[in-house]
C-alpha cells in the first residue's frame, strides 16, 4: 500500500509569509506526528494527533506554528509570519493505534529567505 | 534537550566490517527504537527493543539494550555500500509509555561504507 506523502516536496517562500505543509498518513493509522530536521537542533518533535485531537501539542516552537488533521487522516501543519530560522525539513510519520513505530513520510524542505 | 546520543557521530568502514553504533539515554523508558536516514528525508523503522529486552536480532542487525547504564547499541554485520545512511535511536518522549507517542531523537551516526 501506499506510504505517508508529503507536499509539497520543496517549498521557497519570503520571510513574513505564510505556508501550509501538508500530510497524508498511512491509510488506517490513528497516530500522526510532526517533526523538523535542522543541522543545528537536529530531529525535533512538534505535535503528535490520536484521531483529530492533539493530546501532545508540547513541541511546537511558538504560536506561529500550528497544525489540525481532519477526518482522522490528512493532516496540515501552518507556519504563519515564517522567519528564517524555520528553515528545516518536516517529517510527517503515521503509526497504527498504540504502536510505537513510526512510519515517516520524504519531508518537506522548507526554505525561508 | 536530546534524549538519545549517539556516537561516533561518523564512521567509516570498508565494506564487509562490521559496524557498531551506542546510544546513550536519560530517562526511564519501555522501548527503544532505532531509525536509519537516506538522504536527509524520510526515516525507516528498523528495530525496536523493549525495556525487558536484552538483545534482539532482525537479518544482520543486532541491538541491545542496557537499562542499568541506560544505552543501547547497533551492531551491523558484514556492511553493505547500500547501509550508507545516518542512524538514530529514539526514544518515547513520555518514557513509560509503550504504544503510540512522538519521539526523541538522538543526533545520529552518520555511517559511510567504502566499497
Known amino acids: 500500500g501506499a506510504g505517508v506523502s508529503q507536499s509539497p516536496s520543496n517549498k521557497v517562500t519570503e520571510k513574513g509569509k505564510d505556508v501550509e505543509l501538508r500530510c497524508d498518513p498511512i491509510s488506517g493509522h490513528t497516530a500522526l506526528y510532526w517533526y523538523r530536521q535542522s543541522l543545528g537542533q537536529g530531529l525535533e518533535f512538534l505535535i503528535y494527533?490520536?484521531?483529530?485531537?492533539?493530546?501532545?501539542k508540547s513541541g511546537l516552537p511558538s504560536d506561529r506554528f500550528s497544525a489540525e488533521r481532519t477526518g482522522g487522516s490528512v493532516s496540515t501543519l501552518t507556519i504563519q509570519r515564517t522567519q528564517q530560522e524555520d528553515s528545516a525539513v518536516y517529517l510527517c510519520?503515521?503509526?497504527?493505534?498504540?504502536?510505537?513505530?513510526?512510519?515517516f513520510g520524504p519531508g518537506t524542505r522548507l526554505t525561508v529567505l | 534537550s536530546q534524549q538519545g546520543e549517539e556516537d561516533p557521530q561518523a564512521l567509516s568502514i570498508q565494506e564487509g566490517e562490521n559496524a557498531t553504533m551506542n546510544c546513550s539515554y536519560k530517562?526511564?523508558?519501555?522501548?527503544l527504537q532505532w531509525y536509519r536516514q537516506n538522504s536527509g528525508r524520510g526515516l525507516v523503522h528498523l528495530i525496536l527493543?523493549?525495556?525487558?529486552?536484552r538483545e534482539k536480532h532482525s537479518g544482520r542487525l543486532r541491538v541491545t539494550l542496557d537499562t542499568s547504564k541506560k544505552s543501547s547499541s547497533l551492531l551491523i554485520t558484514a556492511s553493505r555500500a547500500a547501509d550508507t545512511a545516518s542512524y538514530f535511536c529514539a526514544t518515547a518522549l513520555r518514557g513509560s509509555g509503550g504504544g503510540a507517542d512522538g519521539l526523541t531523537f538522538g543526533k545520529g551516526t552518520h555511517l559511510i561504507i567504502q566499497p
Open positions: 530517562t526511564s523508558i519501555n522501548n
Open positions: 494527533f490520536q484521531g483529530n485531537s492533539a493530546p501532545d
Open positions: 527493543i523493549r525495556s525487558n529486552e
Open positions: 510519520a503515521s503509526s497504527p493505534y498504540l504502536t510505537p513505530e513510526q512510519f
